[in-house]
T-cell receptor
């Protein structure tokens, strides 16, 4: 079946360090979405990428969609303690449902 | 309207009992999704509705699970004869319309945490 994998599974960083999570799909995606889930919370939409090679920025967050539309990355510059949570990518495969990745749990130490 | 709401937030039940969860989407949203999330995993798609029509069901959704959205507004998810493996967070999400080339942005509710003893 369709799978979306993320690496790493966990990442612990010192506040101020950068962080990157990578997302890989077994099939070509029509789009990729990124969500953040705080501990005990629910997924919150961050961004959607649709075009091959697309790069979008939100303040310290940079999102990239691969040329083949099978992979994506999220990079956070100079992490803060408020960045703590699990980051999920979710792939749209030309349908209305999303296939969520396995998630990367980010812990930031002050 | 401040977002998607779900009720109850927590449910503890004994194995074999039936449970029903409710989701109220954002009022103008015509699409409603149900997901299941277990600890340490991403949400898994269960089913979705466009207005009152149930358009897709995952193979994860056994015959014990049924979802309805009778008037195209709120939705219910019922689990019959619950099993311990049903213990999970059940998330509801809603969306408005498809973007060209994309998938709707989905707004999630707080979830219902089910524990089957």
């Amino acid at each position: 079946g369709q799978q979306v994998m993320q690496i790493p599974q966990y990442q612990h960083v010192q506040e101020g360090e950068d962080f990157t999570t990578y997302c890989n799909s077994s099939t070509t995606l029509s789009n990729i979405q990124w969500y953040k889930q705080r501990p005990g919370g629910h997924p919150v939409f961050l961004i959607q990428l649709v075009k091959s090679g697309e790069v979008k920025k939100q303040k310290r967050l940079t999102f990239q969609f691969g040329e083949a539309k099978k992979n994506s990355s999220l990079h956070i510059t100079a992490t803060q303690t408020t960045d703590v949570g699990t980051y999920f990518c979710a792939g749209g495969i030309y349908t209305d449902k999303l296939i969520f990745g396995t998630g990367t749990r980010l812990q930031v130490f002050p | 309207d401040t977002g998607v709401s779900q009720d109850p937030r927590h449910k503890i039940t004994k194995r074999g009992q039936n449970v029903t969860f409710r989701c109220d989407p954002i009022s103008e949203h015509n699409r409603l999704y149900w997901y299941r999330q277990t600890l340490g995993q991403g949400p898994e798609f269960l089913t979705y509705f466009q207005n009152e029509a149930q358009l897709e069901k995952s193979r994860l959704l056994s015959d014990r699970f049924s979802a309805e959205r009778p008037k195209g507004s709120f939705s219910t998810l019922e689990i019959q004869r619950t099993e311990q493996g049903d213990s999970a967070m059940y998330l509801c999400a809603s969306s408005l319309e498809r973007l060209a080339g994309g998938t709707d942005t989905q707004y999630f509710g707080p979830g219902t945490r089910l524990t089957v003893l």
